[in-house]
């Protein structure tokens, strides 16, 4: 009798052991950005998104950062240049770049994205540049446009940075 009592307590433990990660991992799968959880490793990044690298390296202004460079991604029904940012190997922030846009282009993408994501918590203007907010509890996403004003160059970028896992620098700028 007492066999059965303690096979029947180690069944318990089993189911409640068993039951209690399969959540955990259930709450660590839900992305944070595309494929992808703030915190994962350059090799984790790589093999979410599964796409090959257009260019990767350490960034040569910012201490114990890297980054990766993909092309051709598809966000908004438009191709664009796809950005993550490590500090210390994990990641902290993605961004999607389209470059070349004019002002109808960013106000469209601006429009797409209200669409999807609803309004803009903060909207500043500056000379070369214009900055949308929003802010969730696992993120900070900004939508800007930029000109250069030497070359004319122009992009539009949608960029997505961690709360958790900004860098010491970036802290407090936002």
């Known amino acids: 009798m007492i066999r059965l009592f303690n096979l029947i307590l180690v069944c318990i433990a089993f189911m409640l052991i068993a039951g209690c990660s399969q959540e ?4 660590k799968t839900t992305p944070d950005f595309r494929n992808i959880n703030w915190g994962m490793g350059v090799d984790e990044v790589k093999a979410a998104e599964g796409l090959p690298v257009l260019e990767e390296g350490p960034r040569p202004d910012k201490d114990n950062q890297y980054y990766l460079r993909y092309a051709d991604v598809e966000f908004l029904g438009r191709k664009a240049v796809l950005r993550y940012f490590f500090h210390d190997d994990e990641c902290w922030q993605g961004a999607y770049i389209f470059y070349n846009t004019d002002e109808a282009e960013y106000k469209q993408i601006l429009e797409d994205y209200i669409a999807i994501k609803g309004p803009s918590e903060s909207f500043q203007s500056y000379e070369n540049y214009e900055i949308s907010t929003w802010d969730s509890n696992k993120m900070f996403v900004f939508l800007s446009f930029h000109m250069n004003s030497e070359s004319g160059s122009t992009a ?3 960029r997505f940075e961690s709360i958790a ?5 970036a802290v407090g700028l936002w």
Request: avoid cysteine; proline fraction near 17%; charged fraction near 10%.
């Open 24 to 27: 955990s991992a259930a709450v």
């Open 156 to 158: 539009t970028m949608i």
């Open 165 to 169: 896992y900004l860098p010491p620098e």
